[in-house]
């Protein structure tokens, strides 16, 4: 059975929400699934999945979050060649660099050699109805690249 790594960050809950909705798809979708709070593991914890998720909010104008700092930098040193992954995120359209952590992670992940399994998806706030399909969606498209 594939298993999906998913590392999140949230500060006010929205995050991990949207990380716990593409963990429950992908359960659904018959995958083993792991969901950790970013500074409760390490990044070299994706060599022993077959897919790495980020789900990050992006803090104000366009930064990563404090606490995904490390997680960042030291994912940047690794080599995911024969990976997928994916990134998802919340952010908030009032500032100009909306959900720009998950264009970080995005290009990060594509440094080092995974190969993107779905389109990224980014939340305006908390997940609606639309935001859910999406998200479910990003999970049916990863697990059909693993299976």
């Known amino acids: ?7 999140f960050a949230s500060m006010t809950g929205n995050t991990e929400e949207i990380a716990d909705i593409v963990a429950d798809k992908l359960k659904e979708l018959g995958l083993e699934v792991d969901v950790d709070e970013c500074t409760t593991v390490d990044a070299e914890d994706f ?4 897919v790495a998720i980020i789900a990050t909010y992006t803090y104000g104008d366009g930064e990563l979050p404090d606490e995904m700092m490390d997680f960042y930098e ?3 040193g690794l080599d995911l060649s024969g ?9 908030d359209t009032f500032y100009d660099e909306f959900c720009k952590a998950v264009d970080d992670f995005d290009a990060v992940f594509a440094a080092i050699g995974a190969e993107k399994a779905s389109e ?7 997940a609606e109805d639309e935001d859910i399909k999406n998200l479910e969606r990003f999970a049916e498209e990863v697990a059909a690249k693993v299976q």
């Open 1 to 7: 059975m594939a298993l999906a790594k998913i590392v």
């Open 83 to 91: 990976k997928f992954y994916g990134v998802v995120g919340s952010g």
């Open 47 to 50: 060599l022993e999945a077959d």
């Open 74 to 76: 030291d994912l940047s």
């Open 120 to 126: 990224n998806v980014k939340v305006d706030l908390s």
